[in-house]
Each structure stands twice: as structure tokens, then as C-alpha cells.
């Protein structure tokens, strides 16, 4: 029910769907570009919903704190996390995966809405020392299409990986255009 009632909504607001999102993978890194807007949030919940996906997420632990939002962000999947200390949450989230039978856990490789010249490598160091592939999905506002590639597993030459990354989602159109990291416009 609720993916018939997400698809219907992702219709109606004039969004589709495309690539390889029924891969058919236990566990996975998802990383989602570009992330310029709070709006990204629903959209994603509506992609995943649409596509049967069962993908946690990572958020500032602050909104975990409200009450009652707290809560549903967790069960919708959420772990919060504190960035103003060093916790080693990459160690922390490959003792996940090896931990669990099943894990997908998104991430906004940006770390905010706001323009940035580079990449975080979270994501990147949490599937490399896992074993396991990452999933990317791009948000693309211009053309209302969200687009997941197939698995990327990530190799010994970090600096090629993220040429393959970056190339992915090279121009991609963000909610706010400017914002979105390789964006030129």
C-alpha cells in the first residue's frame, strides 16, 4: 500500500524513478546527490517507499534529541550521529555491516546544503573496509528524474573511485542549482 500511494505521489508531482534500484544486494552504502534542500528528505522517503528499498540513514543527532520527531526519524530509520567530536563512526558502521545480515545505510557525501568544494569519504571508507557497494542515486531537479547507477565497488585507487563518483554526478541540478556540489550551470 505504501508503494502504490508513494508512486502515485512521485507521479503526481511529476517525478520518475530510473536505473538499477532492484539490485538485489544484503548490504550497500547509498549515497545521494546533490543534497541542497530540506525537500530532498521526503523526495528520498517517496523513492524509497516506491522502490521497496529498506535504507537507513545518518543525521545530525540533534534531530534525533526532539521529541516525537526523534522518534519517527528513527523508525524510519535514522541514526544519529554528533559531528563536533571525533567518534569514529566509520569504524562504528563497519562493525554494523559485518554485525548484520542486512544494511543500507544513505548517505549525503555534501555533509550539508550549502556549496562545498569537496566530497566527505565516509561513505567511501565504510564500503571500502566492509567489502560491499556503493549505491548512487542522483536527485535531478531540471529534469524531475531520480536515477540510481548500478553498484560501484570501490577499488585500491581511491583518487580513480572518485573520478568515477564525481563523473556520475557531474551537472546534476540540485533543488538549489548553485548549492549542488559540481554543479556549473
Known amino acids: 500500500m505504501l508503494r502504490a500511494i508513494s508512486r502515485l505521489i512521485l507521479k503526481i508531482i511529476g517525478w520518475k524513478v530510473t536505473g538499477d534500484f532492484n539490485h538485489g544486494l544484503k548490504k550497500t552504502v547509498t549515497i545521494v546527490l546533490p543534497h541542497t534542500s530540506n525537500w530532498d ?14 535504507i537507513g540513514f545518518v543525521i545530525k543527532e540533534s534531530w534525533i534529541k526532539i521529541p516525537i520527531l526523534g522518534f519517527l526519524l ?7 550521529i554528533d559531528r563536533s567530536k571525533n567518534n569514529n563512526l566509520v569504524d562504528g558502521l563497519v562493525k554494523s555491516y559485518n554485525e548484520e545480515d542486512e ?3 544513505c548517505f549525503t557525501p555534501e555533509g550539508t546544503r550549502k ?3 569537496r566530497l566527505r569519504t565516509g561513505f567511501y571508507h565504510v564500503a571500502k573496509k566492509a567489502g560491499i557497494p556503493i549505491l548512487m542515486v542522483k536527485f535531478d531537479y531540471a529534469n524531475k528524474i531520480i536515477d540510481w547507477r548500478e553498484p560501484f565497488y570501490p577499488t585500491n585507487d581511491q583518487e580513480h573511485d572518485f573520478e568515477v563518483i564525481e563523473a556520475y554526478f557531474k551537472g546534476v541540478a540540485g533543488r538549489i542549482p548553485e548549492n549542488g556540489y559540481g554543479y556549473e550551470g
Open 74 to 80: 528513527k523508525k524510519m530509520g535514522a541514526t544519529g
Open 103 to 105: 544494511l543500507n545505510i
Open 41 to 54: 528528505f521526503p523526495l528520498g522517503m517517496l523513492t524509497q517507499w516506491s522502490t521497496r528499498q529498506k
Open 115 to 117: 556549496k562545498v568544494s
